[in-house]
T-cell receptor
Framework: GAGVSQTPSNKVTEKGKYVELRCDPI?????LYWYRQSLGQGPEFLIYFQGTGAADDSGLPNDRFFAVRPEGSVSTLKIQRTERGDSAVYLC?????????????FGPGTRLTVL | AQSVTQLDSQVPVFEEAPVELRCNYS??????LFWYVQYPNQGLQLLLKYLSGSTLVKGINGFEAEFNKSQTSFHLRKPSVHISDTAEYFCAVRYSSASKIIFGSGTRLSIRP
């Protein structure tokens, strides 16, 4: 079956602009996660959705970052007033449930470059 | 603080040689442990995971890892590597009370012919 998909695969924007990154999880997965991977580092947690609600948003770095999942499937990560330091690969993952033993399946990521 | 340490940022080995990638995590009562692999220009793929039970876990592509609670380690091993194993390997931990996975900084495995 289809895995997690993310669009766009690459996004180049200018400092100060607004961007949206989309994630399509595996069908039927109730849990969805966003991570950010900077160059030379491991992924860092941003936010976790269980269904439509954000169950844990402790990883969002500041109020310029926001994510939604209005129908409990597709999610959009929104970044306002982008800064050069936001440049990274943004990864989305989904799992069948939110329990610790549930495997998270990752998408290919969106590479965001802020000029 | 919850953390994962991968002691080696790069590990070069010759083809068909054995390899061990080291991983240590900060202690906790209950953890789940994972190794993910990221091939060039691809997404993260789960290699193996430890949830409970036997401390020796076998994964895909001939990899295995051993959970050592007293040393808070989860080292990844393969007895004989192939060129196709060239990739970045990430150790990760999930504390049972938390939703997020905490990743190490990664180890780049490069295979020499």
């Amino acid at each position: 079956g289809a895995g997690v998909s993310q669009t766009p695969s690459n996004k180049v924007t200018e400092k100060g602009k607004y961007v949206e990154l989309r994630c399509d999880p595996i069908s039927g997965h109730t849990a969805l996660y966003w991570y950010r991977q900077s160059l030379g580092q491991g992924p860092e947690f941003l936010i976790y959705f269980q269904g439509t609600g954000a169950a844990d948003d402790s990883g969002l770095p500041n109020d310029r970052f926001f994510a939604v999942r209005p129908e409990g499937s597709v999610s959009t990560l929104k970044i306002q007033r982008t800064e050069r330091g936001d440049s990274a690969v943004y990864l989305c993952a989904s799992s069948s449930g939110g329990a610790g033993q549930d495997t998270q399946y990752f998408g290919p990521g969106t590479r965001l470059t802020v000029l | 603080a919850q953390s994962v340490t991968q002691l080696d940022s790069q590990v070069p080995v010759f083809e068909e040689a054995p390899v061990e990638l080291r991983c240590n995590y900060s202690s906790s009562v209950s953890v789940y442990l994972f190794w993910y692999v990221q091939y060039p220009n691809q997404g993260l793929q789960l290699l193996l995971k430890y949830l409970s039970g036997s401390t020796l876990v076998k994964g895909i592509n001939g990899f295995e890892a051993e959970f050592n609670k007293s040393q808070t380690s989860f080292h990844l091993r393969k007895p004989s590597v192939h060129i196709s194993d060239t990739a970045e390997y990430f150790c990760a931990v999930r504390y049972s009370s938390a939703s997020k996975i905490i990743f190490g900084s990664g180890t780049r495995l490069s295979i020499r012919p």
